[in-house]
T-cell receptor, first 112, second 113 residues
Framework: DQQVKQNSPSLSVQEGRISILNCDYTNSMFDYFLWYKKYPAEGPTFLISISSIKDKNEDGRFTVFLNKSAKHLSLHIVPSQPGDSAVYFCAAVYSNTGKLIFGQGTTLQVKP | SQTIHQWPATLVQPVGSPLSLECTVE??????LYWYRQAAGRGLQLLFY??????ISSEVPQNLSASRPQDRQFILSSKKLLLSDSGFYLC????????????FGPGTRLLVL
């Protein structure tokens, strides 16, 4: 049972445009969400997070939106840069366990 | 600042051989520690987590085991590797159990032949 889903395995955007990565979840007990970026053969790097009491969190070019009623979150990257090309994982956690549940990942390619 | 180390970076092992992967964390005390596996083309699967020395929780039944002999050391082991054990193994740490960000090490690529 996949509790966190990233339904788009890949996304290609032009440099300077907006990249929108989507993530859906099924468990309403999740209360904290994170996005990680991963290059091949490296560990994931934490990007940005959001608490379930918020609907938006912004950090530089990265903004995460949370729609609790739809059980959906998205990561916006504006403007996209070629160095953003990587695999992006969303993850969800509920406080009682502290365990991260990851989506399958979306490969972002930003074309110069 | 905190850093997390994993070694080796790459490992090629024959089927049936033992395994020992090591993870150490610097710059923090009493971290929560985690082992994940990323199989080819798949997401990250939590294998084990530990909230303290000698305390190990297993998430999925498998051919692997974990140990935490010291506060900042986490070891992933197997007595006999299977082909299906191939993958990218990641260690992570967090400050407290709960809504705390986990930080990952560089990973170990394991190929079982």
């Amino acid at each position: 049972d996949q509790q966190v889903k990233q339904n788009s395995p890949s996304l290609s955007v032009q440099e300077g445009r907006i990249s929108i990565l989507n993530c859906d979840y099924t468990n309403s007990m999740f209360d904290y969400f994170l996005w990680y970026k991963k290059y091949p053969a490296e560990g994931p790097t934490f990007l940005i997070s959001i608490s379930s009491i918020k609907d938006k969190n912004e950090d530089g070019r990265f903004t995460v939106f949370l729609n609790k009623s739809a059980k959906h979150l998205s990561l916006h990257i504006v403007p996209s840069q070629p160095g953003d090309s990587a695999v992006y994982f969303c993850a969800a956690v509920y406080s009682n366990t502290g365990k991260l549940i990851f989506g399958q990942g979306t490969t972002l390619q930003v074309k110069p | 600042s905190q850093t997390i180390h994993q070694w080796p970076a790459t490992l090629v092992q024959p089927v049936g051989s033992p395994l020992s992967l090591e993870c150490t964390v610097e710059g923090t005390s009493n971290p929560n520690l985690y082992w994940y596996r990323q199989a080819a083309g798949r997401g990250l699967q939590l294998l084990f987590y530990s909230v303290g020395i000698g305390q190990i929780s297993s998430e999925v039944p498998q051919n692997l085991s974990a140990s935490r002999p010291q506060d900042r050391q986490f070891i992933l082991s197997s007595k006999k590797l299977l082909l299906s054990d191939s993958g990218f193994y990641l260690c992570a740490w967090s400050v407290h159990r709960g809504r705390e960000t986990q930080y990952f090490g560089p990973g170990t690529r394991l190929l079982v032949l």
